[in-house]
């Protein structure tokens, strides 16, 4: 039966942000080390506060498993002569693994028998193990930034006060800068700062909640939404919650308690979006609505001690919200006085990036881009695309956005609305920064869409076009997430852009600011879109062979290309599918090298060739009429009608024929075929039973 290891980090207040990543690579290195080591354990539990990493381990094992350790010698042949006496390869071996000659065992490989030496290793204790392992697991939690303090040569998140390090009834011995471990903990820094002793997990936390700390955060986590609800009430309304800021919040204490502030009702005329992000992105406040979902003049905050008077609490964090919404309402009133157009001309002045140009000249990039991608889809829609593409981006020299970056395309609607814009403009103006994270919210309007697409694919290509790339480690341009962004609006609109069409229009715009041969950016973009196409698809379930065969064939067209692989999901339950992609696979190899030839039916010998030939001829003229009309699973099914004379013709004829004029034709047979199934997919990629 093994014992309880308990270990806990007490630090400086750590940033909210470094927690919850620092509790998931806790858990994974202890997990690797003890794995490593060969010590068998039980359930692992990570756990977090602004002040202390906890890591408990149950039914850690007293000691580790044996390890046998085989090592193959020379043959037995050469170790032992005729009379089964050990030759000097065996007595040399031997006395290389530290045994003898008579403890050597013999194996049977594919190669005949070998003579070897097995070694037992014996487990060391846990306890001795343990310091080396827990020492390991504090000076490689990864942290975002970590520091030095003192003259210690350590770094950490924050600097450590103490290590509480207990294996059964048992301290284990760490020494980490100028900190030794003990069984002592601390409690809440300003409601019950005096150590305690612990005994084990279930004793750590009783007394850590007697000292004023939660510990576990999913509890802080439910306390903080119960309390943060019950004060609401108090006003009539209930708390507008994100994952994000309860997260936050969740880090940031380590005894939560709720009270409840007001700020004036005429502020509510401000955006909503104005409001919540001053309360939510600057003061961890929970905004507070009504049953409707529209604000209240209310907000939670949440402390980290008990009140001893919360009205007092109230009103400090009153002041504080009430300046932030005097500037912001201020802000609000002075950007109203100047149009959209004036800031949208003052981008002239605001640097995009140093070798790409200003703003406004990334404006008039993406411009000419969505006014081609208008002809594309609608060209109806081209007047409020240039009108909502031109004051896209006018927002950013607001003094709102200024103070409130993560307000931008939110004030560019809203002054929009307020000047008089036509209501989509003003959304598309909003939409064209979504989506803003991976399996975000998308733009709903077409305007808002194609500005979007634009904008993404004039930062895509343009960065690749003075070549900054991404590498496998670095993005800092979040060109992936562009790229993922115009993928996921394609599809969810369903519009058929040719990427390739769509590239070219974009080095045509871009013109002299490229440093790039503009078919070497043009062939690398395609890849790059192609690389995060295949990898979404194949994230969402769809196989990678299809999805593979499919994409081989172009990917110009993604919402086609889709269609095709659900296509090809549909058809591999079809009895012939699997046989026609091993005949298609030898008809690949066969003509790998082949290209260009004329079928010319004079030249036919037997009936095999001849049958699959007027097979083909018929079959050909349905599949283009269904893969002209985009109904590519009927096409699959045409195409399995060959099955049976493509069998006969492997059977019957033999295709690399002595003579030279028999070959050519019977190579420009297969190659006709091949071509008519690579208008949906190269099966060469199909993975098969054989």
Same mark, same amino acid.
Request: aromatic share 8%.
């Given at each position: 039966?093994?014992?309880?290891?308990? &270990?806990?980090?007490?630090?400086?207040?750590?940033?909210?942000?470094?927690?919850?990543?620092?509790?998931?690579?806790?858990?994974?290195?202890?997990?690797?080390?003890?794995?490593?080591?060969?010590?068998?354990?039980?359930?692992?539990?990570?756990?977090?506060?602004?002040?202390?990493?906890?890591?408990?381990?149950?039914? &850690?094992? !007293?000691?580790?498993?044996?390890?046998?350790?085989?090592?193959?010698?020379?043959?037995?042949?050469?170790?032992?002569?005729?009379?089964?006496?050990?030759?000097?390869?065996?007595?040399?071996?031997?006395?290389?693994?530290?045994?003898?000659?008579?403890?050597?065992?013999?194996?049977?490989?594919?190669?005949?028998?070998?003579?070897?030496?097995?070694?037992?290793?014996?487990?060391?204790?846990?306890?001795?193990?343990?310091?080396?392992?827990?020492?390991?697991?504090?000076?490689?939690?990864?942290?975002?930034?970590?520091?030095?303090?003192?003259?210690?040569?350590?770094?950490?998140?924050?600097?450590?006060?103490?290590?509480? #390090?207990?294996?059964?009834?048992?301290?284990?011995?760490?020494?980490?800068?100028?900190?030794?471990?003990?069984?002592?903990?601390?409690?809440?820094?300003?409601?019950?700062?005096?150590?305690?002793?612990?005994?084990?997990?279930?004793?750590?936390?009783?007394?850590?909640?007697?000292?004023?700390?939660?510990?576990?955060?999913?509890?802080?986590?439910?306390?903080?939404?119960?309390?943060?609800?019950?004060?609401?009430?108090?006003?009539?309304?209930?708390?507008?919650?994100?994952?994000?800021?309860?997260?936050?919040?969740?880090?940031?204490?380590?005894?939560?308690?709720?009270?409840?502030?007001?700020?004036?009702?005429?502020? *509510?005329?401000?955006?909503?979006?104005?409001?919540?992000?001053?309360?939510?992105?600057?003061?961890?406040?929970?905004?507070?609505?009504?049953?409707?979902?529209?604000?209240?003049?209310?907000?939670?905050?949440?402390?980290?001690?008990?009140?001893?008077?919360?009205?007092?609490?109230?009103?400090?964090?009153?002041?504080?919200?009430?300046?932030?919404?005097?500037?912001?309402?201020?802000? @609000?009133?002075?950007?109203?006085?100047?149009?959209?157009?004036?800031?949208?001309?003052?981008?002239?002045?605001?640097?995009?990036?140093?070798?790409?140009?200003?703003?406004?000249?990334?404006?008039?990039? @993406?411009?000419? &881009?969505?006014?081609?991608?208008?002809?594309?889809?609608?060209?109806?829609?081209?007047?409020?695309?240039?009108?909502?593409?031109? &004051? #896209?981006?006018?927002?950013?020299?607001?003094?709102?956005?200024?103070?409130?970056?993560?307000?931008?395309?939110?004030?560019?609607?809203?002054?929009?609305?307020?000047?008089?814009?036509?209501?989509?403009?003003?959304?598309?103006?909003?939409?064209?920064?979504?989506?803003?994270?991976?399996?975000?919210?998308?733009?709903?309007?077409?305007?808002?869409?194609?500005?979007?697409?634009?904008?993404?694919?004039?930062?895509?290509?343009?960065?690749?076009?003075?070549?900054?790339?991404?590498?496998?480690?670095?993005?800092?341009?979040?060109?992936?997430?562009?790229?993922?962004?115009?993928?996921?609006?394609? *599809?969810?609109?369903?519009?058929?852009?040719?990427?390739?069409?769509?590239?070219?229009?974009? *080095? !045509?715009?871009?013109?002299?600011?490229?440093?790039?041969?503009?078919?070497?950016?043009?062939?690398?973009?395609?890849? @790059?879109?192609?690389?995060?196409?295949?990898?979404?698809?194949?994230?969402?379930?769809?196989?990678?062979?299809?999805?593979?065969?499919?994409?081989?064939?172009?990917?110009?067209?993604?919402?086609?290309?889709?269609?095709?692989?659900?296509?090809?999901?549909?058809?591999?339950?079809?009895?012939?599918?699997?046989?026609?992609?091993?005949?298609?696979?030898?008809?690949?190899?066969?003509?790998?090298?082949?290209?260009?030839?004329?079928?010319?039916?004079?030249?036919?010998?037997?009936?095999?060739?001849?049958?699959?030939?007027?097979?083909?001829?018929?079959?050909?003229?349905?599949?283009?009429?269904?893969?002209?009309?985009?109904?590519?699973?009927?096409?699959?099914?045409?195409?399995?009608?060959?099955?049976?004379?493509?069998?006969?013709?492997?059977?019957?004829?033999?295709?690399?024929?002595?003579?030279?004029?028999?070959?050519?034709?019977?190579?420009?047979? *297969?190659?006709?075929?091949?071509?008519?199934?690579?208008?949906?997919?190269?099966?060469?990629?199909?993975?098969?039973?054989?």
């Amino acid at each position: 039966m093994g014992k309880e290891l308990l &270990l806990e980090i007490g630090t400086e207040e750590i940033p909210a942000a470094f927690l919850p990543k620092a509790i998931k690579d806790m858990d994974e290195i202890i997990r690797k080390e003890l794995s490593g080591k060969r010590i068998e354990h039980g359930d692992i539990k990570a756990m977090a506060t602004p002040r202390r990493l906890c890591l408990c381990v149950a039914n &850690l094992s !007293s000691r580790q498993e044996d390890q046998i350790i085989e090592k193959t010698g020379p043959a037995k042949r050469v170790a032992f002569d005729e009379k089964g006496n050990p030759t000097k390869a065996a007595i040399g071996f031997a006395a290389g693994q530290g045994i003898d000659v008579s403890e050597l065992d013999t194996i049977t490989t594919e190669k005949g028998e070998y003579i070897c030496a097995r070694k037992k290793i014996i487990g060391e204790d846990t306890k001795v193990l343990l310091p080396g392992i827990l020492s390991k697991l504090i000076m490689t939690i990864p942290f975002k930034k970590s520091m030095r303090w003192s003259d210690l040569q350590i770094r950490f998140a924050r600097p450590i006060h103490w290590i509480l #390090a207990i294996y059964g009834n048992e301290i284990i011995p760490l020494d980490i800068g100028n900190i030794k471990s003990g069984d002592k903990s601390y409690g809440h820094r300003f409601m019950a700062p005096k150590s305690f002793k612990v005994k084990n997990l279930k004793d750590y936390i009783t007394k850590c909640k007697k000292h004023f700390v939660i510990v576990d955060p999913e509890e802080r986590r439910k306390i903080i939404l119960d309390e943060a609800e019950k004060v609401a009430e108090t006003v009539n309304g209930k708390i507008f919650c994100t994952e994000d800021l309860l997260e936050t919040v969740t880090y940031l204490v380590e005894y939560p308690t709720a009270v409840c502030g007001s700020f004036e009702s005429e502020f *509510l005329k401000l955006p909503k979006e104005v409001l919540t992000t001053s309360m939510i992105s600057h003061q961890k406040y929970f905004p507070v609505v009504n049953d409707a979902g529209n604000l209240l003049p209310y907000f939670i905050t949440i402390n980290n001690t008990v009140a001893r008077d919360p009205s007092i609490v109230a009103r400090g964090n009153e002041k504080v919200i009430r300046a932030r919404l005097s500037d912001a309402k201020f802000f @609000f009133d002075e950007d109203q006085k100047t149009p959209l157009d004036h800031h949208f001309e003052k981008l002239h002045q605001v640097v995009f990036h140093t070798q790409l140009g200003t703003s406004y000249e990334k404006v008039m990039h @993406f411009r000419k &881009l969505a006014e081609y991608i208008s002809d594309q889809i609608n060209p109806a829609l081209k007047e409020r695309v240039d009108r909502a593409a031109v &004051l #896209a981006k006018a927002d950013l020299e607001t003094l709102m956005v200024y103070e409130f970056a993560e307000l931008q395309g939110i004030m560019g609607r809203e002054y929009a609305l307020i000047a008089g814009e036509h209501p989509v403009v003003a959304k598309a103006i909003y939409e064209h920064y979504l989506p803003t994270s991976a399996g975000g919210e998308l733009p709903e309007t077409d305007e808002g869409a194609i500005v979007s697409i634009a904008d993404k694919m004039d930062t895509v290509v343009g960065f690749f076009g003075v070549n900054l790339i991404p590498t496998g480690t670095a993005d800092p341009y979040a060109l992936r997430r562009q790229a993922i962004g115009i993928i996921n609006i394609i *599809l969810n609109k369903k519009y058929s852009l040719n990427l390739e069409r769509l590239i070219d229009k974009s *080095l !045509s715009v871009l013109g002299n600011k490229l440093k790039r041969n503009p078919e070497e950016i043009k062939a690398d973009v395609l890849d @790059f879109f192609k690389g995060r196409f295949e990898n979404q698809l194949i994230s969402q379930g769809h196989p990678y062979d299809v999805v593979d065969a499919v994409l081989e064939t172009g990917s110009s067209d993604m919402v086609q290309s889709l269609k095709k692989i659900e296509a090809m999901e549909a058809f591999k339950s079809h009895a012939d599918f699997e046989p026609l992609a091993i005949a298609f696979k030898r008809a690949g190899n066969i003509i790998k090298d082949f290209k260009n030839g004329a079928v010319d039916p004079t030249r036919f010998e037997s009936d095999e060739e001849r049958s699959l030939y007027h097979a083909y001829v018929r079959t050909k003229e349905n599949v283009l009429a269904h893969v002209d009309g985009q109904d590519y699973r009927s096409a699959l099914i045409e195409l399995a009608a060959l099955r049976k004379p493509v069998d006969d013709f492997f059977n019957g004829v033999l295709v690399m024929a002595k003579d030279e004029a028999i070959r050519f034709n019977r190579l420009s047979l *297969l190659e006709e075929i091949s071509k008519m199934f690579h208008m949906i997919a190269d099966f060469s990629k199909i993975v098969t039973e054989s």
